[in-house]
């Protein structure tokens, strides 16, 4: 994951050389944009998406800690750094006050701004997985519930928010595999279970590739539902199945079992 940085600055010259002498990418990191104040700053975050801001605490009109404290009210969700000239104690403590740990004395050494915002990635990475894991679990407890309730949605039980931009559309995909009872007929039970993450990762993988977020569970053996979320719809089904004609197995060298078992993968799935 790169993370998208704003620095902030009411002089030109240190904004632009904080984005051109620093590797950013090297730390997976991005400079997005620069500002010259705190309102220029904020008129930036609520246009385009931001991960962290790295601001000068001495500026005028909204100086770094008022430009902190209506980030923290309007985008909790941004970090930021503070960079200052001055070693005083009221600055600091304002600082900690805000819940702000990233606090940098000017001059700035480079090595120790870059460890502080590859740390900083590092920390929004493992929350953003976090934050998926628990949408997902949301969506997979609602699908359940809608699948066991006959497709009705039951009163309280309105669909978690949507983990895309924009206007979501749902469809559901269900796949089969085409003569399972006369394969399974002949094959035990770990390798039944052995292909399921196969089946269910091939399905994820085009969907996703059409940009559409997806939970999935085995309703039956043989039957695979998958939710798909999305700021717009898949194309015709003839197109969305076409990835999905054979399943692929993520080894070179698959089990025997996997491998007969690849060619047979038909989705008579309808989106609706």
Not at 57 to 86: C, W
Not at 189 to 202: F, I, L
Request: aromatic fraction near 6%.
């Amino acid at each position: 994951m790169t993370i998208r940085m704003l620095i902030v600055d009411d002089e030109p010259i240190i904004c632009q050389g904080l984005r051109q002498t620093i590797p950013w990418d090297s730390i997976g990191a991005e400079v997005a944009g620069v500002a010259y104040d705190g309102i220029e700053a904020l008129q930036f975050v609520a246009a385009q998406p931001v991960d962290l801001v790295l601001t000068d605490i001495h500026m005028d009109g909204m100086d770094g800690l008022e430009l902190a404290q209506a980030l923290k009210e309007r985008h909790p969700q941004i970090r930021v750094i503070i960079i200052s000239g001055y070693e005083e104690f009221e600055y600091a403590r304002r600082a900690i006050r805000l819940g702000i740990e990233d606090y940098l004395l000017k001059p700035v050494p480079i090595e120790e701004l870059m460890a502080m915002v590859r740390r900083i990635g590092r920390e929004i990475s493992e929350d953003a997985e976090l934050r998926k894991k628990s949408e997902r679990e949301q969506w997979l407890k609602w699908l359940i519930q809608l699948v066991q309730g006959g497709g009705v949605m039951q009163s309280g039980m309105d669909p978690p928010p949507a983990p895309v931009h924009g206007l979501p559309s749902y469809r559901v995909v269900a796949s089969q595999l085409e003569d399972y009872a006369a394969w399974t007929g002949g094959q035990p039970e770990e390798t039944r279970q052995a292909v399921r993450p196969v089946w269910e990762s091939t399905v994820h993988t085009a969907l996703k590739n059409l940009d559409q977020e997806v939970v999935s569970f085995f309703h039956h053996p043989n039957l695979l539902l998958s939710l798909c979320i999305g700021s717009r719809k898949p194309g015709r089904m003839e197109w969305v199945m076409r990835p999905w004609r054979k399943l692929k197995t993520p080894s070179p060298e698959p089990p025997p079992a996997v491998r007969r078992f690849g060619g047979i993968l038909r989705l008579r799935g309808r989106i609706s």
